[in-house]
Nanobody
Framework: QVRLEESGGGLVQAGGSLRLSCAAS????????MGWYRQAPGKQRELVAR???????NYADSVKGRFTISMVNAKNTVDLQMNSLKPEDTAVYYC?????????????WGQGTQVTVSS
């Protein structure tokens, strides 16, 4: 089993910055990728950013140029630096990881951390 522990959410004014961190622990044999999703009230969960173990990244169009994802492979951690935050970034942010164990692939989720951006 793999556990994802998130930290770093909170309340910030528009234009401000926050940094989210997620650490994977447990039976972490090989991480294919780690990423961040978010879900605002009344909306579907959406991908924010994702990074592979090789360092390839992809971002939602709405956060390109403002958010940066990074991963420290040796520590099985992924960070999301969020700058120039907007009220529409308000959501619960979830860490996600795809972990392989031999031929088996499993996706894991964190418990979520609230990010609130005030106008």
């Amino acid at each position: 089993q793999v556990r994802l522990e998130e930290s770093g959410g909170g309340l910030v004014q528009a234009g401000g910055s926050l940094r989210l961190s997620c650490a994977a622990s447990g039976s972490v044999f090989a991480i294919n990728y780690m990423g961040w999703y978010r879900q605002a009230p009344g909306k579907q969960r959406e991908l924010v950013a994702r990074i592979t173990s090789g360092g390839s990244t992809n971002y939602a169009d709405s956060v390109k140029g403002r958010f940066t994802i990074s991963m420290v492979n040796a520590k099985n951690t992924v960070d999301l630096q969020m700058n120039s935050l907007k009220p529409e970034d308000t959501a619960v942010y979830y860490c996600n990881a795809l972990v392989s164990r031999g031929l088996e692939l499993n996706a894991y989720w964190g418990q979520g951390t609230q990010v609130t951006v005030s106008s």
